[in-house]
């Protein structure tokens, strides 16, 4: 129950659209071109990884409604099981995972904004979807459908900002020194 709070979206949601807002602001307020071309290809990327958090949660939040699965620990508890579609009670939204799509998000853009710690960002995002199922709040395979909303609206939204010609990778000069 400890690490599950790092699956909530709204921290992340709110450290990127601050990023997104600051980064444009000093993009705009630069002096140098380098500085503005810089800033402004930082502002791109946290502008991905905000799209990436909100249209993902925008599209898992809608399914919860519409498909309205009965939570565990209900099952557990009381031994009740089966779906109550076009329902907001929480008990009754457990398809798919919320926190697992959140967690997921997060790290895959993060994955691809900044690879460098590409394993941490893994087995951070497997363990907040595991500790989801442990807590009893979803089954598996509410958190491998969270995370797979999750790791789609990634991929496509990437190949949509390369397509639009923006790389969402962001390369510091000490990552290039340690390559060459």
Do not use: C
Request: proline share 2%.
């Amino acid at each position: 129950q400890t690490i599950t709070v790092l699956g909530d979206a709204t921290g992340y949601l709110v450290v990127a659209a601050v990023l997104v807002l600051i980064l444009r602001t000093m993009a705009h307020s630069s002096i140098r071109n380098i500085d503005f071309q810089r800033y402004r290809s930082w502002g791109r990327s946290a502008l991905y990884a905000f799209l990436v958090m909100a249209s993902s949660g925008l599209l898992v939040n809608l399914l919860k409604y519409l498909i309205g699965r009965i939570r565990p620990r209900h099952l557990f508890e009381q031994g009740l099981y089966g779906f109550e579609p076009f329902n907001t009670q929480w008990g009754m939204n457990s398809f798919p995972s919320g926190h697992s799509q959140a967690i997921f998000a997060a790290m895959i853009a993060l994955f691809f904004i900044y690879p460098r710690y590409d394993a941490a960002y893994l087995v951070l995002a497997f363990l907040i979807a595991l500790s989801r199922v442990m807590i009893t709040v979803h089954y598996l395979s509410d958190t491998v459908m969270g995370a797979w909303i999750a790791i789609a609206a990634a991929i496509l939204l990437r190949r949509y900002f390369t397509y639009k010609g923006y790389d969402v990778q962001i390369r510091l000069e000490r990552d290039r020194r340690l390559v060459d």
